[in-house]
């Protein structure tokens, strides 16, 4: 079985930075497209980040295009979202996701594995 666990979560001030991380088990992450969503209460779970199985293709929402940044550390089996000049638009529980038919990147029904989530709550 895959498994994936976020981390790094937390309270941050508007205009600070997060590094929230995904630790898969299971598998390589190398082996799989992974992205990154986030859903808040009421509201659809959304495209936030994604990157390509062998990590030389990334996409972003334009709602974070140059503020957050995806990447891999395949030696530790993790994937990271690194969050910069947070808004508080940005509060949310955030998710990881791997998938090995990825087509749509920012489709959250290609991805075949999900995390539990972790929660980024940004204050004004």
């Known amino acids: 079985q895959v498994q994936l666990v976020e981390s790094g979560g937390g309270l941050v001030q508007a205009g600070g930075s997060l590094r929230l991380s995904c630790a898969a088990s299971?598998?390589?992450?190398?082996?799989?497209?992974m992205g990154w969503f986030r859903q808040v209460s009421g509201k659809e779970r959304e495209f936030v980040a994604a990157?390509?199985?062998?990590?030389?293709?990334?996409y972003y929402a334009d709602s974070v295009k140059g503020r957050f940044t995806i990447s891999r550390d395949n030696a530790k089996n993790t994937v990271y979202l690194q969050m910069s000049s947070l808004k508080p638009e940005d509060t949310a529980v955030y998710y990881c996701?791997?998938?090995?038919?990825?087509?749509?990147?920012?489709?959250?029904?290609?991805?075949?594995?999900w995390g539990q989530g972790t929660q980024v709550t940004v204050s004004s």
């Open positions: 299971g598998r390589a992450v190398s082996n799989y497209a």
């Open positions: 990157s390509s199985w062998s990590g030389g293709s990334t």
């Open positions: 996701a791997g998938g090995l038919r990825v087509a749509d990147f920012g489709s959250r029904r290609q991805y075949d594995f």
